[in-house]
């Protein structure tokens, strides 16, 4: 069985194919149309298809996509392999159920923490017996630079770089880099400290675009052997969703 699995975020939208959990191809788009799809799909079959989005409105491609093959819309209500406890799923973003989702069906009967670095940073915990309380959501690593800047009159908006590993700046651009990229260090390392002094074998999965930055950032810390690198997380937990949806 062959799945096409769709995850439309807040700036990308990430289209990949599987064959069961193989993933056979996976590209990143800015915008998406029914040429876009049909070019992408050209070289596959694909026997169903699945669709997640951060977006209230359904596109024309999509409606589309829903006339050729069997498509179905990721949601909290969706079967799977966890138990979801969230008080209010309505309101619970679908990229984070997707990647417990994906955490659970990767690494089975093990206490999962996801770490999510995207425009927003979110921690979510699913225990070993899958179950999923909830998390935490903290601003992103671009979205830190840009507030500085928006919200101050004389900060300037500089980029991220990934080779500062200073304890302090020595001028205003290092003294924001410190700030951001510190910060954030800190922020990981407390929320994985806090989680692993309450789960015996923490798993601690990290995903999403700053998912190689938070690696480095991590990398030198207690917690690096505990740390695996699942970039195309989310997409491998709806592959997992639609599996469990049909069975």
């Not at 996976?26 to 040429?35: K, L, R, Y």
């Not at 026997?47 to 997640?52: E, F, G, W």
């Not at 190689?212 to 991590?218: E, N, S, V, Y």
């Amino acid at each position: 069985m062959t799945n096409l699995v769709i995850d439309i975020g807040n700036t990308y939208t990430k289209i990949a194919v599987f064959k069961l959990d193989e993933l056979l191809a996976v590209e990143q788009f800015e915008t998406v149309d029914a040429n876009t799809l049909d070019s992408f799909l050209n070289n596959y079959k694909v026997n169903r298809a699945i669709i997640s989005s951060v977006k209230k409105h359904i596109e024309p491609w999509q409606i589309g996509l829903g006339t050729k093959i069997p498509l179905t819309y990721f949601t909290a209500l969706i079967k799977s392999s966890i138990q979801n406890h969230y008080l209010t799923p309505e309101t619970l973003g679908t990229d984070r159920l997707a990647a417990v989702i994906g955490a659970n069906h990767i690494y089975p009967g093990l206490n999962n923490l996801v770490i999510n670095g995207g425009t927003c940073i979110t921690y979510d915990y699913i225990d070993a017996g899958g179950n999923y309380f909830g998390g935490s959501i903290s601003p992103g690593l671009n979205m830190r630079y840009k507030a500085l800047n928006y919200y101050t009159a004389g900060l300037p908006l500089i980029n991220t770089d990934a080779a500062f590993d200073a304890a302090y700046g020595n001028d205003t651009e290092t003294a924001i880099r410190s700030g951001v990229q510190n910060g954030i260090k800190y922020e990981l390392t407390g929320f994985i400290e806090s989680y692993k002094n309450n789960s015996q074998q923490l798993n601690i999965i990290l995903s999403g675009g700053d998912s190689i930055f938070f690696d480095t950032l991590l990398k030198n810390s207690i917690f690096a052997p505990y740390i695996k690198n699942e970039p195309y997380l989310v997409l491998k937990g709806l592959n997992a969703a639609i599996q469990k949806h049909n069975d």
